[in-house]
T-cell receptor, first 113, second 113 residues
């Protein structure tokens, strides 16, 4: 079983829709949770960074962490064609004697006008 | 502008040849990383370096080598021992540690013919 599971999609939604992206994980040592956005043929860029359980909002984006269920989500409100990208979840924590950072496989999102 | 520069963006090589990918950062970050990205898979760590003249193997270091002679530079050599070298290679840096706030370059796509 992978330490981080993420549905690869693709996910196709109409402009204006609310998008929900999710990851589950198995390692309870993970303490930091991130979402990266990656446009085609580009490097990922950090979108959201959270430390504890709960919600964090930044504009149209909301990151949600539920440590008890080992489940994290990213919500995108009023989705735009410019949101079309691959979204990678990532998490880190001290495990096995060192700080470990693990990425999900990424979910490809397409927002059509 | 501060950032990470990877070169070349695209590279074609014949099987059996070593290739070196360049990564330079002017963010004054201590830590630098090399990841490999394949379709449908998360980013996999090849090598990382927390400080000049020191580096550690990641999860898939076999067939790769690195050096860290300067803080700004972390080149990756893909050797002929790497069995499946065709991939998208990403260099990243962070202020310290691996809590997850990584800054990525735009990537280098290597195709071995």
């Amino acid at each position: 079983q992978k330490e981080v599971e993420q549905d690869p999609g693709p996910l196709s939604v109409p402009e204006g829709a609310i998008v929900s992206l999710n990851c589950t994980y198995s390692n309870s040592a993970f303490q930091y949770f991130m979402w990266y956005r990656q446009y085609s043929r580009k490097g990922p860029e950090l979108l959201m960074y959270t430390y504890s359980s709960g919600n964090k909002e930044d504009g149209r984006f909301t990151a949600q962490v539920d440590k008890s269920s080992k489940y994290i989500s990213l919500f995108i409100r009023d989705s735009q064609p410019s949101d079309s990208a691959t979204y990678l979840c990532a998490m880190s924590g001290f495990s096995g004697g060192y700080n470990k950072l693990i990425f999900g496989a990424g979910t490809r999102l397409a927002v059509h006008p | 502008d501060g950032g990470i520069t990877q070169s070349p963006k695209y590279l074609f090589r014949k099987e059996g040849q070593n290739v070196t990918l360049s990564c330079e950062q002017n963010l004054n970050h201590d830590a630098m990383y090399w990841y490999r990205q394949d379709p449908g898979q998360g980013l996999r760590l090849i090598y990382y370096s927390q400080i000049v003249n020191d580096f550690q193997k990641g999860d898939i270091a076999e067939g790769y080598s690195v050096s860290r002679e300067k803080k700004e530079s972390f080149p990756l050599t893909v050797t002929s021992a790497q069995k499946n070298p065709t991939a998208f290679y990403l260099c990243a840096s962070s202020i310290r540690g691996t809590t997850g706030e990584l800054f990525f370059g735009e990537g280098s796509r290597l195709t071995v013919l």
